[in-house]
């Protein structure tokens, strides 16, 4: 049973446009969510995060949204670059987010077009 | 700065072959973990590790072993390849247990 759903395998948007990445979870003891992304032969770093105590952090041009009663998380980037395409994982943990309880999405490869 | 390395990056074994995938971290962190991550799938956590001397399964445990004799090291050990286990490992450490998961590169494996 997939308890992190980001049911888009794949997105394509415009330099300069907003992009907005999904992901539903399940499991309703989930109180801390991420957003990793994944370029090409590399390892996945960290992008943002948040608690389920807030509804929205936002860092620079990405913003993740959660909505606790819908189990809905969402993550915009604007503008949207071309550096930006990448598959973007979500995450999520029911420990307060302790690492070793983190399931991770399937993800969402992004391309952001000139 | 290294950071999270990993090797072999690459790696081709036969079925019932032994192979060790290592695991280095210059950043001094407690918390080392292993994952497999396998197409149209998440990261799924194999084992990890708490501390030196420590380690704990994750959720894909079985045909692994780990240890942590070093802080800095983190070795992951496929007693008997089998097809099952091709897949790309990260490796990945982190300060705490809660925060930002530092990842290597990266090893493909392929078990023919």
């Known amino acids: 049973d997939q308890q992190v759903k980001q049911n888009s395998p794949s997105l394509s948007v415009q330099e300069g446009r907003i992009s907005i990445l999904n992901c539903d979870y399940t499991?309703?003891?989930?109180?801390?969510f991420l957003w990793y992304k994944k370029y090409p032969a590399e390892g996945p770093t960290f992008l943002i995060s948040i608690s389920s105590i807030k509804d929205k952090n936002e860092d620079g041009r990405f913003t993740v949204f959660l909505n606790k009663s819908a189990k809905h998380l969402s993550l915009h980037i604007v503008p949207s670059q071309p550096g930006d395409s990448a598959v973007y994982f979500c995450?999520?943990?029911?420990?307060?987010?302790?690492?070793?309880?983190?399931?991770f999405g399937k993800g969402t490869l992004l391309t952001v077009n000139p | 700065n290294a950071g999270v390395t990993q090797t072999p990056k690459f790696r081709v074994l036969k079925t019932g072959q032994s192979m060790t995938l290592l695991c280095a971290q210059d950043?001094?962190?407690?918390?080392m973990y292993w994952y497999r991550q396998d197409p149209g799938m998440g990261l799924r956590l194999i084992h990890y590790?708490?501390?030196?001397?420590?380690?704990a399964k994750g959720e894909v445990p079985d045909g692994y072993n780990v240890s942590r004799l070093k802080k800095q090291n983190f070795l992951l050990g496929l007693e008997s390849a089998a097809p099952s286990q091709t897949s790309v490992y990260f490796c990945?450490?982190?300060?705490?247990?809660?925060?930002?998961?530092?990842f290597g590169e990266g090893s493909r494996l392929t078990v023919l």
């Open positions: 499991n309703s003891m989930f109180d801390y």
């Open positions: 995450a999520a943990s029911d420990s307060g987010g302790s690492n070793y309880k983190l399931t």
């Open positions: 990945a450490s982190s300060q705490s247990t809660i925060g930002e998961l530092f």
């Open positions: 950043m001094n962190h407690e918390y």
């Open positions: 590790s708490v501390g030196e001397g420590t380690t």
